[in-house]
């Protein structure tokens, strides 16, 4: 059986809308650095109620996408 961290990566991935700390917990940073990821631009966020944050999904696929590395190609 998965850990339950794994578990609430998978459940987050498959929501639209993930609250601050789910976003978190997927790219592994702190909640902070979501918020001010949010404020700079590089995540998509929308305020549900009385101000509580919340990220597109899609915002963190196109941040890891965009962030990817190439891989090397070694030759000997």
């Known amino acids: 059986m998965p850990p ?3 578990i609430k990566k998978e459940i987050a ?3 639209q809308l993930l609250r601050v700390g789910e976003a978190a917990d997927v ?6 650095t979501i918020y001010r990821w949010v404020e700079e ?14 990220v597109f999904r899609t915002s963190l696929d196109r941040l890891v996408q965009n962030n990817k590395t190439q891989e090397m190609n070694l030759t000997v």
């Open 41 to 54: 631009g590089r995540l998509e966020g929308t305020k549900i109620g009385r101000g509580s944050l919340r």
């Open 27 to 32: 790219l592994a940073v702190s909640r902070w």
């Open 13 to 15: 991935m498959n929501k």
């Open 4 to 6: 339950a961290a794994v």
